[in-house]
């Protein structure tokens, strides 16, 4: 004989499990989006032709927690401007080096770097800016249209949020994001 008290607490069994699991399902989403990943949205065309305004990206936080930031990398980092605000760009200089730009070419510790992506020749000239450690010179794609390192300075590695890792929209951009090796001149 099945009595009321059987039907209420498999009710309550089920509602319960419903609520573990949504609470476990927020937990991980939680420690994911702290921890391991983070979503982006490119705003503006400072990274063209590599990066499009409005693409979405996942952002890898756990890269370099395992190793240093490469030059070629394209980062999300606190803006050092508005620290509520985050800018996407790519590493070119690195601890320990001097960065100039001379007639349209890059100069990395008096050697031209090439850089294939680049779209238009930048159209500024720098002086030869020396980097810190726990510095890097970050510049966008685009670089005559873009808020960076020439601008305003070095980045510190504390403001590095993550390396961009996958484009998911839209959707003809969906995949890897390409991530440069350089050819420094010897």
Avoid: C
């Avoid at 009595?3 to 399902?25: D, H, I, N, Y």
């Avoid at 394209?74 to 985050?86: L, S, T």
């Avoid at 010179?137 to 504390?158: A, I, Y």
């Amino acid at each position: 004989m099945q009595t009321e008290e059987q039907p209420k607490s498999r009710g309550r069994s089920a509602l319960r499990e419903m609520l573990e699991t949504v609470l476990l399902t927020l937990l991980i989403y939680v420690l994911v989006r702290s921890f391991l990943f983070e979503n982006y949205r490119v705003v503006g065309h400072s990274m063209d032709p590599t990066l499009e305004d409005q693409q979405y990206l996942v952002v890898n936080k756990l890269v370099y927690r395992l190793h240093e930031p490469q030059r070629g990398d394209i980062v999300v980092f606190r803006d050092p401007q508005h620290a509520d605000r985050k800018l996407i760009k790519r590493i070119i200089g690195l601890p320990g080096e001097v960065v100039e730009t001379r007639n349209g070419q890059i100069i990395i510790d008096d050697r031209p770097i090439q850089e294939a992506y680049i779209g238009t020749p930048t159209r500024y000239s720098q002086a030869p800016t020396p980097i810190p450690e726990g510095q890097y010179f970050v510049l966008g794609d685009n670089r005559n249209n873009s808020s960076d390192s020439h601008n305003w300075g070095t980045l510190s590695q504390e403001n590095i949020v993550g390396k961009a890792w996958f484009s998911y929209w839209p959707p003809e951009l969906w995949g890897l994001i390409p991530h440069e090796e350089y050819a420094i001149a010897p």
